[in-house]
């Protein structure tokens, strides 16, 4: 990919998060400010981008990839959505606004499967690029936050104009965009297709099907902070509540690195429960936080939200890939959208947006602390099917036990981990004298491989342990306890 193509790619990614960053976060506060609004008809409204990605998949898969250059239609897209966009600044009454957010969502989401597309076709290796590029879309959001922020207008109509400002500028950039033709009309093309229906296969493993109902429960509580959170902040006084509610947005590119590193060393299972204990912490902390001393709660409440996403959200993308493998795994990813995105989120803001209303006291003011309780406790329930959900089949393993008296690595060449976790153990060897219980796992009838990896850790013991071994470790046992569980790769 050239180099001047990335950085369109980059601007494009950029704007386009920065969008949505813009009118969307604050849309609850300017909906109690200047419509009146209930609880259930901000819910309402934001219900509205979870209707546009139930449908966008069949406009996207049945109409544009067919008969249209993507940057094309993106740019048509963008630039009624700027039109849209100002409109809504004109509406005094919420059954109107709704409807015109409704288009707008409906002309919006097409184009995020559109640039992710545009990007695609421009790459020679996507699995390495598109990553440097999509983090633009991150920056752009947080962007916006700092920008309403700054400029003060968190509860005016400008962060919409602001929006539409964007929009059109994209609108116009996507007709200079690279070229990315239409697919044509693929011989098997169907409604059923494009929504995934093939992908209903995996539906037959009870781990998937009770990960997919939590998925789906999940984005009830992802519900009340998004379309809550700033309105929340605001009535306590928080002063630039956009602003730092991009400490979220900051902590999600953050932990989003830990995943690759993580998903492999502590299991599907693990993540998914360190995220939801992460959705429990944070509503907790929503509930006792306050703008004096306890500032700190509704800070910690904002930055859990990257271990909440990204635990949950992109590790369930993983685990979707892996389970659908590669004949079936587009439509296993449009169908985990469509269920999380789609159907949860359309649950979750009606549901949110009636909570809150029941808990609406004198004055337009709400008794917060009982509201977020109830994500709360929605997401200790999903704690408790996800107890029940196994992300990988039990195998036959024999296991070996020995203690050490020192570890020594040697020849780490690219794999960190066991850099930290080896200088983790002997730092607590030292610290305690204990000595060090090391349980190595090996799958029954499986042989030592010849071919070693890049990691090679020397260790001492009885003489059948006395060379070197391939070793896959996890840095979280190390903190968990000194027994440090292996196994061989």
């Known amino acids: 990919m050239k180099m001047s193509t990335g950085i369109l790619l980059a601007i494009m990614m950029l704007i386009q998060y920065f969008i949505w960053g813009s009118w969307y976060v604050t849309m609850g506060t300017y909906m109690g400010e200047h419509l009146q609004a209930t609880g259930v008809q901000v819910g309402a409204a934001y219900s509205a981008l979870a209707i546009a990605t139930m ?18 239609i993106m740019g048509i897209l963008h630039l009624t959505g700027a039109v849209l966009l100002f409109l809504a600044t004109t509406i005094n009454g919420n059954s109107l606004f709704y409807w015109v957010i409704l288009l707008y969502s409906l002309a919006y989401m097409p184009t995020i499967a559109l640039s992710n597309s545009i990007a695609f ?43 539409a400002g964007a929009s059109a500028l994209l609108g116009l950039i996507s007709f200079v965009l690279p070229n990315t033709p239409p697919k044509g009309k ?12 093939d992908a209903f296969v995996l539906f037959k493993e009870r781990p998937y099907l009770v990960f997919i109902i939590a998925a789906i429960l999940v984005c009830i509580p992802l519900s009340f902070y998004y379309g809550f959170a700033n309105p929340f902040l605001n009535e306590l006084g ?31 299972k693990r993540m998914l429960l360190m995220g939801m204990t992460a959705w429990i912490l944070r509503y907790i902390c929503f509930a006792y936080g306050d703008n004096d001393a306890h500032l700190w709660m509704l800070y910690a409440g904002i930055i859990l939200h990257g271990i909440c996403y990204d ?26 959208t469509f269920a999380t995105y789609g159907v949860g ?24 602390t009982n509201i977020w309780w109830v994500p709360a406790f929605i997401a200790a329930g999903v704690y408790s099917i996800l107890s029940s959900f196994s992300g990988r089949k039990k195998k036959s ?52 491989p010849g071919n070693l990896p890049k990691t090679i850790i020397w260790f001492t013991g009885p003489p059948i342990w006395k060379r070197q071994l391939p070793i896959r470790m996890s840095i979280l ?10 196994k061989l790769r």
């Not at 690029?129 to 968190?154: C, K």
């Not at 008296?405 to 030292?430: E, H, R, T």
Request: glycine fraction near 10%.
């Open 55 to 72: 449908i966008s998949p069949f406009f996207v898969g049945m109409v544009a990839d067919r008969f249209f250059s993507a940057q094309k």
């Open 121 to 163: 076709y421009q790459m020679t290796d996507p699995g390495r690029q598109f990553p440097w590029i999509r983090v633009f879309g991150t920056l752009g959001w947080i962007v916006a936050g700092l920008m309403i922020s700054r400029l003060g207008i968190e509860k005016s109509a400008s962060t919409f104009h602001m929006a």
């Open 186 to 197: 693929p011989a098997n093309a169907s409604a059923s297709k494009v929504l995934g229906t």
């Open 238 to 268: 928080v002063k630039n509540a956009a602003g730092k509610m991009t400490m979220g947005q900051m902590s999600e590119a953050l932990f989003i690195l830990a995943i690759p590193f993580l998903f492999n060393r502590i299991g599907v």
């Open 311 to 336: 635990f949950f959200f992109v590790t369930g993308y993983m685990y979707t890939e892996k389970k659908a493998g590669e004949k079936i795994k587009n439509a296993a990813q449009g169908l985990f």
């Open 345 to 368: 989120m359309f649950i979750g803001t009606w549901f949110s947006g009636i909570v809150v209303d029941q808990y609406k006291i004198e004055g337009g003011r709400h008794q917060w």
């Open 397 to 448: 393993v024999l296991h070996y036990n020995f203690v050490n008296d020192k570890l020594i690595i040697c020849n780490v060449l690219l794999c960190w981990a066991p850099v930290l976790s080896g200088v983790f153990m002997q730092i607590l060897y030292k610290a305690t004298g204990a000595r060090i219980r090391l349980s190595v796992s090996i799958p029954a009838g499986k042989k030592v």
């Open 477 to 486: 046992s190390v903190l968990h306890s000194p027994t440090i569980f292996m």
